[in-house]
C-alpha cells in the first residue's frame, strides 16, 4: 500500500457509501414488494438515473474491491508483489467489464 | 517465528478490521457473480426470472441474509477507518464497534423477517 | 501465600521450546521478579533484559500470556491466572537466545522512516520560541515519551504481516518531527513514510494503542500521517 492507491481506495470508499445505502434499501424495497425480474426490469429499462447510479457502483467497486484483494494477497499470501500486483489489476478488469456489461444488461431499453 | 496466538487479538476494534477485511474478501468472490447473474438480463428477462425463481429456496435466501450482513459490516467497518483517519480522535471505539456489529446483525436481521 | 506459579519460559533462539519452571509466589511480585528468580536460583543460563526495574526504561518487554508488556511494571496477580504464566520474548523479532531479541531492523526502520532531527538553526542563531499551546507543539509533545521499548512493534499485526512496515513506533516519532517548528526535513520525511511500508500499511487495529505503556497513541499519529502524506500527494510534493 502506498499513498496513491490509498487515496485511491479511500477516495472510492468515500463515494460509495451513500450508494451502498441506497442499495441496501433498494434490497429491502424489492424483496418486500416481492418483486420478480420482470418488475425490477421495468423500473431500469431506459433509465439515465440508474444507468449512471449502477456505473458508478461498478467503476467504483471494481477500483476499490482491487486495492482491497492487492492489500489481502500481499499481507496472507506468499506471491511476490509483481504478482499481487498483477492479480488484483485482472481482478479489478474482471469486474469492470462484468458490471457495465450487467448495468447494460438492466438499463438498455 | 514463535507464533504464539496474540491475546489482544480479542479485542473489538481488531474483530471490526477483521471483519472489514474478511466481509471484503467475501464480498469481492461474491461480486462477479452477481454481476453474471444479472448480465442474464441481457436476453430479455426470461433468463433472469428463472434464475430467481431458484433463488427463492430457503437456502439461498439464507445465503441472502449472510450476504446482507457482510455488506453492512463492511460499510460500517469503512466507516469507522474513514472517521478514524479524518477527524479528530474519539474515545469509545471498543463501544461503536461492539454497536456497529450490533447493526449489522439488526440490519441482516431485518432482511430475514422480509424474506422468509 | 504458599503457593506456587507454574511459569513458561522461551528457552533457545528462534527455534526453541518453552521450559516450565516452579517459582514461589509472593505478595507483590512482577514478572520481572519471577523471570530473575529463574535465573537467580534454577538457571543461571537463562537470557534476559532488564535495566531500571522501575518502568522507565523499557529494556524488560517480553511477550506475557500472549501480550506485549514491560514485565517490571506487570504485576503477577493480574496475569496469572490460575498461577500460570507464559512469557517469551517479543514477536515480530528475530530471537537472539531466550528472551532477548534483536531490536536492530526495528531501530533501522526508524532511520528508514527518517525520524531524526534535522536542525535548521546553527549556535550563531537565536534559541527558537516554541510555545508550548500552540496545537503542533500540543500534537507533537502528546507523542513524544516513546522510549524504543518496541510493546507496539512487537503487539502490531500489520508489522507481522508486511515486512517492510515501518511500524507504530517510527512513524510516531516522524509525526512528533513533522509537527516540531524547529525541524526541516519534513518533504524528506513525508516522501519516506508515503511508500510501500509506510503509514498507508496501518489498518487501525489498534493493538499499539491499546498496549502502549506510556499510554501513547500511535494509531491517531498514524491517521493524521495518513491525512499530511495525502495531501502532500495531492500537492504533487511528493511522489509516492
Redesign the interface.
Known amino acids: 500500500m502506498n499513498v496513491r492507491l490509498y487515496v485511491w481506495q479511500r477516495a472510492t470508499a468515500a463515494v460509495m457509501a451513500p450508494l451502498v445505502v441506497v442499495h441496501i434499501a433498494i434490497i429491502f424495497y424489492a424483496s418486500r414488494q416481492g418483486m420478480s425480474a420482470a418488475d425490477v426490469l421495468a423500473r431500469t429499462r431506459g433509465s439515465i438515473a440508474w444507468a449512471a447510479f449502477y456505473a458508478l457502483f461498478v467503476l467504483a467497486v471494481s477500483i476499490h474491491a482491487s486495492i482491497g484483494v492487492r492489500n489481502i494477497l500481499t499481507e496472507w499470501s506468499p506471491l511476490p508483489e509483481r504478482r499481487a500486483d498483477a492479480c488484483a489489476v485482472f481482478f479489478g478488469l474482471v469486474l469492470a467489464v462484468l458490471g457495465l456489461r450487467a448495468v447494460a444488461a438492466v438499463v438498455l431499453p | 517465528?514463535?507464533g504464539?496466538?496474540?491475546?489482544?487479538?480479542g479485542?473489538a476494534?481488531?474483530l471490526a478490521?477483521i471483519l472489514h477485511?474478511i466481509s471484503?474478501?467475501a464480498?469481492?468472490i461474491f461480486?462477479?457473480f452477481?454481476?453474471?447473474?444479472?448480465?442474464?438480463?441481457?436476453n430479455g428477462?426470461g433468463r433472469?426470472?428463472n434464475?430467481?425463481c431458484w433463488t427463492d429456496q430457503p437456502l439461498v435466501k439464507v445465503a441472502e441474509i449472510g450476504l446482507?450482513f457482510l455488506?453492512?459490516t463492511h460499510?460500517l467497518g469503512?466507516?469507522?477507518?474513514?472517521v478514524?483517519?479524518?477527524f479528530a480522535?474519539r474515545e469509545g471505539?471498543k463501544q461503536l464497534a461492539t454497536l456497529a456489529a450490533a447493526l449489522s446483525a439488526i440490519?441482516a436481521f431485518?432482511?430475514l423477517v422480509?424474506?422468509f | 501465600m504458599n503457593s506456587e506459579l507454574s511459569v513458561s519460559l522461551w528457552r533457545g533462539a528462534q527455534d526453541g521450546r518453552y521450559e516450565t519452571y516452579r517459582v514461589p509466589q509472593r505478595q507483590t511480585q512482577t514478572v520481572l521478579d519471577v523471570v530473575t528468580f529463574v535465573q537467580r536460583h534454577i538457571d543461571p543460563t537463562l537470557s534476559y533484559r532488564f535495566a531500571c526495574r522501575v518502568g522507565v526504561c523499557g529494556s524488560c518487554a517480553m511477550t506475557v500470556n500472549g501480550k506485549p508488556r514491560w514485565t517490571c511494571r506487570t504485576h503477577v496477580a493480574k496475569v496469572a491466572a490460575g498461577g500460570r504464566l507464559e512469557i517469551g520474548p517479543l514477536a515480530n523479532l528475530p530471537v537472539i537466545k531466550d528472551l532477548a531479541t534483536d531490536m536492530r531492523l526495528f531501530f533501522e526502520k526508524w532511520q528508514q522512516a527518517k525520524g531524526a532531527f534535522v536542525p535548521t538553526k546553527t549556535r550563531h542563531d537565536a534559541i527558537a520560541q516554541i510555545k508550548p499551546d500552540t496545537p503542533a507543539r500540543q500534537a507533537a509533545d502528546a507523542a513524544i515519551e516513546c522510549i524504543n521499548c518496541g510493546v507496539c512493534y512487537a503487539a502490531c499485526d500489520s508489522v507481522r504481516w508486511n515486512s517492510n512496515y515501518l511500524g507504530p513506533a517510527a512513524l510516531t516519532r516522524v509525526w512528533t518531527l513533522i509537527n516540531d517548528a524547529r525541524d526541516g526535513g519534513n518533504s524528506a520525511r513525508l516522501q519516506a513514510i508515503a511508500g510501500d511500508g509506510g503509514c498507508h500499511a496501518c489498518h487501525s487495529h489498534q493493538s499499539c494503542q491499546e498496549l502502549c505503556p506510556q499510554a501513547l497513541n500511535p494509531t491517531a499519529a498514524i491517521a493524521a500521517l495518513k491525512r499530511r502524506t495525502a495531501m502532500a500527494y495531492l500537492n504533487g510534493e511528493i511522489t509516492p
Do not use: C, D, Y
Open positions: 517465528m514463535i504464539r496466538e496474540l491475546k489482544h487479538r479485542s476494534l481488531w478490521a477485511r471484503g474478501l464480498l469481492a461480486l462477479p452477481h454481476f453474471l447473474v444479472l448480465g442474464l438480463a441481457i428477462e433472469l426470472e434464475f430467481l446482507v455488506f453492512t460499510l469503512g466507516l469507522r477507518i474513514l478514524i483517519e479524518n480522535w471505539q440490519v431485518a432482511f422480509r424474506v
